[in-house]
């Protein structure tokens, strides 16, 4: 029988309920069990797609080609396991479903209503596509006592009526904060969030208590006594150093136990913490660093970019090295002189996805500068795209070469595939429904054999994750290799153009993909693996 843990936040957001629901998710996965973690956001966007980074976070794609929130990103690097696009709903979603079927007339001439309707579809969401897991994790996003995340509260509270005690299970996730002045650990405002979830039916099986610094017995009975739970199911989290620490400090507590208590699990599997446990042993021996430059346009905020601050920290771990991010915003230096002396000190340059014109020319002088300079280059998407146009611009009678996201041009080396043409005809290629919508999701590339590429992944075939909705036009193909690039990715038809690298520089790629996605710290990715390594031997080299 499947068994459904739900995890809500309280007192404050922002507490990291994505980690650790994805740090007990890893634990019952090292545990053997077949696990699978799922978001349910309150929001009414139908997925994050649409939103501006600087305010959600990255938006995370998934293989089967959804763009869903961020912190499926968390549950995928902390279990490995591949999210699906029925892992993350919303009150978007979830009404225009409702909606859809009231037009159809599913509904019989009732009146369609929060309850039973919404919390139906809510409840049959948490249950859909499921393949005899034993355990499904759900993430209920936003804050107990918002008014939006209201019918998810009430849907998880039917399915403890329904499914029974000993098939679900309420972690209640809060904040304990400690007041210097008076030297003590305030239990109230997580008394007032458990009455809060108490007051719409629920009665959290678990707290988890958000600190900045472990806090004694004391606290902890009365938050049990007065929170209704026994004493060792009030558990802390500490601030931790990163955030890959905290499933071995959530074991270290017991949650384990209070969990397999509960679901009245007889034979106790064991649980291999090795992996975190080198891998944290590595983070903390670190005694050598590199830097890399990421230039970009949401740099305001490093949730933005997630999953690639994740993966380059990943790679430093895997070559022992600690890599120091130093965001830039390339609206700052629109000119070249000024990008050669901001990045000429530093050990690699990465120009990630981006959208639009604004802030593009400052991307484009860093590519010039890693191109001229010979520093590490690694061009994601965007910045593929961008490496592409500047190589080609550099040639005579190419200057005005450029993206048709950046508004009409006559030479659209980057276009969208309907408007590829030649001699007035549009290039035909496999994938038909492509124009003028995004290619989401994992796609197949093939390597050439004798490239940088090939030697990184070793294989001739590899499937990686797509977001944009441009694409190099391969009508130009001839005129971006003279300019210096080969291209040595291309889709499985040969019309796609995946992955470019410079043959006068000693580590200069790009790719139309994501790399950054699929790496986890068990698994760094190949590519992030590459461009660490180069780091350090550009760094050597320098000094
Ligand atoms: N803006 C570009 C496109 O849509 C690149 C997108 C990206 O970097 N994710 O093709």
Redesign the pocket.
């Known amino acids: 029988m499947t068994k459904f843990i739900f995890i809500t936040g309280g007192v404050v957001s922002s507490l990291g309920k994505g980690i650790v629901s994805s740090s007990i998710a890893s634990l019952l996965s090292l545990s053997n069990f077949k696990v699978r973690v799922r978001k349910l956001d309150p929001y009414l966007n139908i997925d994050p797609g649409t939103m501006n980074p600087s305010q959600h976070g990255e938006v995370f794609v998934t293989d089967d080609g959804a763009e869903t929130d961020m912190d499926l990103g968390h549950y995928e690097r902390f279990t490995g396991i591949i999210a699906k696009k029925n892992d993350n709903i919303t009150t978007g979603k979830i009404y225009s479903e409702v909606l859809k079927k009231e037009r159809k007339g599913d509904y019989l001439g009732s009146t369609v209503q929060v309850i039973p309707h919404v919390t139906d579809e809510i409840k049959s969401f948490i249950k859909r596509d499921l393949k005899k897991e034993d355990y499904v994790i759900c993430e209920i996003g936003g804050t107990v006592g918002d008014i939006e995340s209201l019918p998810f509260l009430e849907a998880i509270r039917q399915l403890r009526n329904e499914l029974g005690k000993k098939a679900t299970y309420f972690i209640h996730l809060t904040l304990v904060p400690y007041l210097s002045a008076s030297n003590e650990f305030k239990t109230k405002p997580t008394q007032h969030s458990v009455k809060e979830l108490l007051g719409l039916g629920i009665q959290p099986d678990l707290l988890l208590c958000r600190t900045e610094k472990a806090f004694g017995d004391e606290a902890r009975k009365k938050i049990s006594q007065f929170c209704n739970l026994l004493f060792d199911s009030v558990i802390m989290v500490e601030n931790a150093n990163i955030i890959y620490e905290v499933p071995v400090k959530l074991n270290s507590q017991g949650i384990l136990k209070q969990l397999y208590n509960h679901f009245g699990v007889k034979k106790i599997p064991k649980l291999n913490q090795k992996p975190w446990k080198l891998f944290i042993n590595k983070f903390n021996n670190l005694k050598k660093e590199v830097d890399v430059t990421i230039v970009g346009k949401y740099t305001n905020l490093s949730e933005s970019y997630k999953s690639l601050n994740e993966a380059l920290f990943h790679s430093g771990i895997k070559n022992n090295i600690k890599v120091n991010v130093k965001w830039l915003d390339s609206r700052l230096f629109e000119d070249y002189s000024k990008s050669k002396k901001i990045l000429s000190n530093t050990n690699g340059i990465l120009v990630p ?3 639009g014109k604004d802030g593009s020319i400052g991307k484009e002088y860093a590519i010039r500068v890693a191109r001229k300079m010979k520093i590490p280059f690694l061009g994601i ?2 910045g593929m ?1 961008l490496s592409i146009l500047e190589s080609v611009k550099s040639l005579k009678g190419f200057e005005k070469a450029s993206s048709t ?1 950046f508004g009409n041009t006559t030479l659209p080396i980057i276009s969208m595939l309907h408007e590829w043409t030649k001699d007035k005809e549009i290039l035909k290629h496999d994938k038909q429904n492509l124009g003028g919508s995004m290619r989401l999701g994992a796609y197949v590339s093939k390597l050439k054999k004798n490239s940088k590429i090939f030697q990184i992944y070793r294989k001739y075939e590899i499937k990686e994750r797509h ?4 694409e190099v036009n391969y009508n130009f193909i001839d005129i971006i290799e003279k300019s210096g690039i080969s291209v040595t990715g291309f889709s499985p038809d040969g019309k796609l153009v995946e992955i470019v690298e410079r043959i006068d520089h000693p580590w200069f790629i790009g790719v139309q993909f994501h790399p950054e996605l699929k790496s986890t710290p068990f698994n760094p990715h190949p590519i992030f693996n590459s461009f660490i390594d180069a780091l350090i031997k550009f760094k050597n080299e320098k000094n």
Not at 467 to 470: K, S
């Open positions: 996805g981006g959208f998407c965007f795209q996201e977001r944009h909705r441009y």
